[in-house]
């Protein structure tokens, strides 16, 4: 079928999302996935993902997954290539602006390959498609601008994420805490879960300063009655900010920073009352679970990449910082501006988030 035979009156035969990263911004997908479930619930549908994401995501059903291991390097295009061998999908759902994605996208046979408007389409992602979304605006949260891929079909929205929790995750999360910790994880008492660190080891000026992070963890615990809990991943950075909160708390949370797999950490999460992080991944799976996130953002525009469904309890200082360090407005910054400065989280302020927390914590 060609492309002026095709006929979007009726449903696809199949379709092929391609996204491979990051954590966060596969719980962005996840909308979109249960859109065309929904909507289309006959529909065969593939996910091209990551290799790490795909654990995120590996209990999701209904979902042909194919990993791309991007440390195989090139071989991992020829695997690709030969299990495209023989497939056609009416549609690619091309939701990833990077050089790597837009050849993956050129190894996938589809009718449609729908990507990002001309505006959006960095890394020449436009050379890779043959539709572009209509976007309402250009000025949306991660989540509207992918729901965009849907709107394109005229589906009705699904805003909904329904992330899995792996119940052998839940099982071996619960021989990593002890009893007083796993009292809280029930239900009990109140749980709060710290991620302190953005992962992208480049950019951790995303990151809120230890200090701030010890001084919530002691009131949590001493006014609030919270049992604390530290997650992160395994990189040296994570291990260290850990380690120096945990030195500056007088009531000493546990620290479990790259002692859990991604399944388990979902858990976590899911068992956390309140989760507190900066602008990172499990701030997103935290939303995806529908758990309270307090999102920390100075350095990102939490408009664009904060928690979805819970920009109420995220400390915003990203317009002061854009007017401090680079005399500027969100009216006229780019919309994905980020804050390079390694002092601009500073601005957040200890009682601006436990004022988030208490928030949080009251009854529906």
Known sequence: MTLSQFNLSKPPKNICILRLSALGDIT???PVLRTLQKNWPEMPITWIIGKTEYELVKGVEGVEFIIFDKSQGFSAYLALRQQMQGRHFDVLLHLQVSLRASAISFLVPATIKLGFDRERAKDLQWLFTNRKIKPASTRQ????SFMAFTAYFDLKPVLEWDLPVLESA??????????EWLSHAKGENRLLVINPCAVAKSRNWRDWNIDGYAAVADYASAQLGMKVILSGGSSMREQNVAAAIFSLCSEKPLNLVGQTSIAELVALLD????VIAPDTGP?????ALNTPVIGLYAATNPQRAGPYRF?????NHYEQALQKYYSSSIGDASWGQRIQNAECMALIKPDEVLKKLRKALEPL
Request: aromatic fraction near 0%; hydrophobic fraction near 45%.
């Open 170 to 179: 839940r099982q071996s999360l619960r021989h990593k805490l002890d009893k």
């Open 28 to 30: 962005h997908t996840l």
């Open 271 to 274: 068992m956390a009352s309140v």
């Open 311 to 315: 920009q109420k309890l995220v400390v």
């Open 141 to 144: 949260h991660v989540v509207d």
């Open 283 to 287: 701030a997103h799976i935290a939303n």
